[in-house]
């Protein structure tokens, strides 16, 4: 699949599925909030806390803003979607590529049965 910058990842675009958490408002709470470790990014609407899908690109826009460093044995593992070279800038992330590969996520963890996310 090939870069097409109409389709990147912009600020209102999702990027916890499970919450409806947008990339402005993850940018938002990590510029203002200044979180040392990205797992304090749930402290915005719960995002990170259902599926999991969007954990790796959260740690990437924490380290982006946040300039946190993370050791080798805290980096998540090529898993296929999660690539440095798809998740290598979030500007030129493919959102439609990021969206869907959640369905193949889900289908792949959960064996295809509640893609919804979580239940309140
Ligand atoms: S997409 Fe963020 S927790 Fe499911």
Redesign the pocket.
């Known amino acids: 699949m090939g870069y097409n910058p109409s389709m990147a990842i912009g600020p209102d675009d999702t ?5 409806d ?1 947008s990339l402005r408002k993850v940018q938002n709470f990590c510029q203002h909030e200044k979180p040392k470790a990205a797992s304090q990014i749930s402290e915005c609407l719960s ?9 790796p690109m ?1 740690h990437k826009i924490h380290g982006q803003l946040c300039g946190q460093y993370k050791p080798w044995w805290r980096q998540q593992p090529d898993d296929g979607y999660h690539s440095p070279e798809r998740d290598a800038d979030s500007a030129t992330l493919d959102a439609d590529a990021y969206a869907s590969g ?1 369905e193949e996520y889900l289908k792949r963890t959960r064996g295809g049965q509640d893609t919804q ?2 239940k309140e």
Not at 47 to 55: D, L, S, Y
């Open positions: 990027i916890c599925f499970c919450f958490v995002a990170g806390t259902g599926c999991a899908w969007c954990i959260l959640r996310g979580p």
